[in-house]
Each structure stands twice: as C-alpha cells, then as structure tokens.
C-alpha cells in the first residue's frame, strides 16, 4: 500500500523536526519500494483525477467541468510551484457554493488506518444534519470511526 506523504510522517517520523527531509525518485529507485511513477504528467494526471473526484462530491462535478483546459493547468501549476496565489485563484472556485444550497453536497474525506485489514475508510457524509445542524469533525468520527472517539468527549 502506498500512503500519501503527510501520513508517512506521522506514521513513521513525528517526532523529528520539520522540515522533514524527503527524497523523491523519478529513475533509479527501488522498484521492490516505491510505486513506479512513470513521469510527471502521471502525476498531475493523478492530482487531476483526485481533484475531479472531490468536486463529483462537493459541486456534481459541475465546477470543474465547467473551467477550462488554463484553469487546471494553472491550478497544477500553482500547486507543482508553491504558488499560493496562482493555485487559489481557481481552487477557491472548487470551494465555493451557493448560499442556498448551505454547503457542499457531500464532505470528501479519507480515513487511514494501519490496525484494521483494510487500509482506508472512505463513504459519503454530508456536512449538514437532516435538522440543519452544521456536522462538526467530531461527528464525521463518530459515524465513521467511532473507536477513535472518547466517550467521555
């Protein structure tokens, strides 16, 4: 299983200073190790496809389809350049909704866990109750992972 890298750190080196030092190998790494990226285009690919999935639950798709071939590429951009301005002139996009709509569709989340057979949780939560109560954290884990919540909280 190959996990994203903030979880990487918090799993295996937490407690060491930040920045933490990382190696990312695009050719002559250990095959037996590493997920085989073939180039940079894969991964903006991946991004991409991360980015759509999101905006299926949050907007029908509707936001990133309707932007332009410019736009995720500037988005991609932004993001590869550490280029805060240029990434949110068209992610802020991504998180906007209508007011009366009083939030996203759906909260797109994924939940990483190391204790169970199955490496991730991940399912549709609605960030509003049926009674109009704006969800918390809190309740996201309490439906998902209950485990993970104190009960005396």
Known sequence: MHYPIGLLFDLLASSSALPWNITVH???FPEKDLLHCPSKDAIE????????????LKHKSQVINEMQKKDHKQLWMGLQNDRF??????????????????????????IY?????????QKLFRPVAADGQLHTLGDLLKEVCPSA???ED
């Open 26 to 28: 695009f050719k002559s």
């Open 45 to 56: 690919a991946h991004f991409m496809s991360c980015m759509k999935e999101a905006d299926a």
């Open 85 to 110: 301005d240029q990434f949110w002139a068209i992610n802020r996009k991504l998180m906007d909704y209508p007011a009366e709509e009083n939030g996203f569709r759906y909260i797109p989340f994924r």
């Open 113 to 121: 866990q190391t204790t169970t057979e199955r490496p991730f949780i």
């Open 149 to 151: 919540i104190d009960p």
